[in-house]
């Protein structure tokens, strides 16, 4: 069954330090997503990309954020000056079309900001 | 903004026993979809409702739509212990173009074995 892999598992970095999260989706899907999870809390939307642009994001998604599609199969998340609060997981998901039939999501990076 | 509300957040339950798991949206749906979280992993795809009133069926889990497409439930029969885990119902965004779901908080399963 296609994966969506996501690196690392496990992000220490000191507050103010920039982290990038990486994540390959499925192959044949378009349409890429970042959620973030705070532990115990509900899956909320970052961001969605499709056709190699930032299609829709929440208001979470401040300017200290940033996706990339550097290479037809990587996709990466980047805060540039990471917060206390940012600690998090953060999921990458993608899907062949919008809004139906279910993401795939990865299994995840646990970002913890000291 | 949208919200979609999930009752009860969590539910312990004998092993044997049914569980039920209700989603309520503030906004009609195109469509709902279920996901399972198992402790420590990622949301995995269940199903997705689309028409008004739909039951679907995966085993001992039964899902339905509303009639109004703004609620939801998921039940399962005879719950074992590879049920445990964290329920998430998820709509699409009401926004015009809009490509996000919108997660419910989820209710958390526990099957006392």
């Known amino acids: 069954e296609p994966e969506v892999t996501q690196t690392p598992s496990h992000q220490v970095t000191q507050m103010g330090q920039e982290v990038i999260l990486r994540c390959v989706p499925i192959?044949?899907?378009?349409?890429f997503y970042w959620y973030r999870q705070i532990l115990g809390q509900k899956v909320e939307f970052l961001v969605s990309?499709?056709?190699?642009?930032?299609?829709?994001k929440s208001e979470i998604f401040d300017d200290q954020f940033s996706v990339e599609r550097p290479d037809g199969s990587n996709f990466t998340l980047k805060i540039r000056s990471t917060k206390l609060e940012d600690s998090a997981m953060y999921f990458c998901?993608?899907?062949?079309?919008?809004?139906?039939?279910?993401?795939?999501f990865g299994s995840g990076t646990r970002l913890t900001v000291v | 903004g949208q919200q979609v509300m999930q009752i009860p957040q969590y539910q312990h339950v004998q092993e044997g026993e049914d569980f039920t798991t209700y989603c309520n949206s503030s906004?009609?749906?195109?469509?709902i979809q279920w996901y399972k979280q198992r402790p420590g992993g990622h949301p995995v795809f269940l199903i997705q409702l689309v028409k008004s009133g739909e039951v679907k069926k995966q085993k001992r889990l039964t899902f339905q739509f509303g009639e109004a497409k703004k609620n939801s439930s998921l039940h399962i029969t005879a719950t074992q212990t590879t049920d445990v885990g964290t329920y998430f119902c998820a709509g699409p965004h009401s926004g015009a173009g809009s490509y996000q779901l919108t997660f419910g908080k989820g209710t958390k399963l526990s099957v006392i074995p």
């Open positions: 990309f499709y056709n190699n642009e930032i299609s829709e």
């Open positions: 998901a993608s899907g062949r079309t919008p809004r139906n039939y279910g993401y795939t």
């Open positions: 192959s044949n899907h378009l349409y």
């Open positions: 906004t009609t749906l195109s469509n």
